[in-house]
């Protein structure tokens, strides 16, 4: 048996997935990418190899990234939607502690693993991941879920897949947390993080190749910045 919450809702941490709405709603799919996010974070505390604990926290501020762009594009603004009358201090709150999730990993990719400092930015991510997930599970989505039928949720669901999908994937502390800059922004960052993904998935750090390709990386974004908006401008004049 649950409990509601102190607002009087059933978080949605304590639903089933058929009470959430079915695996497509919008409340399933960010309760699944918590709990993937806190199982990296178990699986970083519980590796004692140093390289093996970057690659872990690598992949974690990848899916934070992505979590994090989903809602600030599609959710928060359903959330401003549907419930219009609402005080906005809490999409605002979330925001703010996404950037600081932003700052953190900028920060991570900077330092030195072994170090302290390291260690304790590691703790201060993890803690504000972890306490946004509380805020959104226990508040925000019940408050969504109260005011809109399960087929509105189930499509807000698949427009938060679509951005995740398409989302940057590293971090980018200066852009800005609502639409429509985010959205503006996202798109050649997205382009321009995959072509640095390439290159450090082909060419390890540390690889006589890589500083020799280095240079080249941001031409090649480039390029590929111009070809999404040539495809794009394409499409809307058909």
């Known amino acids: 048996?649950?409990?509601?919450?102190?607002?009087?809702?059933?978080?949605?941490?304590?639903?089933?997935?058929?009470?959430?709405?079915?695996?497509?709603?919008?409340?399933?799919?960010?309760?699944?990418?918590?709990?993937?996010?806190?199982?990296?974070?178990?699986?970083?505390?519980?590796?004692?190899?140093?390289?093996?604990?970057?690659?872990?926290?690598?992949?974690?501020?990848?899916?934070?990234?992505?979590?994090?762009?989903?809602?600030?594009?599609?959710?928060?603004?359903?959330?401003?939607?549907?419930?219009?009358?609402?005080?906005?201090?809490?999409?605002?709150?979330?925001?703010?502690?996404?950037?600081?999730?932003?700052?953190?990993?900028?920060?991570?990719?900077?330092?030195d693993p072994r170090s302290p400092e390291h260690e304790e930015t590691v703790r201060g991510a993890f803690a504000v991941i972890r306490h946004d997930a509380h805020d959104e599970e226990d508040d925000l989505l019940p408050r969504l879920q109260r005011a809109v039928g399960v087929e509105e949720l189930r499509a807000i669901g698949a427009a938060w897949e679509v951005q995740r999908r398409a989302s940057p994937t590293r971090p980018h502390p200066r852009v800005p947390r609502r639409p429509p800059g985010n959205v503006l922004a996202g798109i050649p960052l997205a382009v321009t993080d995959r072509v640095q993904d390439a290159v450090d998935h082909a060419l390890p750090v540390g690889a006589g190749r890589r500083r020799r390709a280095l240079p080249v990386v941001p031409a090649l974004a480039a390029v590929a910045v111009l070809a999404l908006g040539r495809l794009l401008t394409r499409r809307r004049h058909r």
């Open 1 to 111: 048996m649950t409990n509601p919450r102190h607002n009087g809702l059933r978080s949605v941490a304590d639903q089933s997935e058929e009470e959430r709405g079915g695996p497509g709603s919008v409340l399933s799919r960010q309760s699944r990418d918590h709990a993937d996010l806190d199982a990296l974070m178990r699986a970083h505390d519980a590796e004692t190899d140093p390289d093996a604990r970057g690659r872990i926290l690598a992949e974690l501020g990848e899916r934070a990234l992505r979590h994090a762009f989903a809602e600030e594009t599609v959710l928060f603004p359903a959330y401003r939607r549907f419930l219009a009358g609402a005080d906005d201090e809490l999409t605002a709150h979330i925001e703010g502690d996404h950037q600081r999730v932003n700052d953190a990993l900028e920060a991570l990719q900077r330092s």
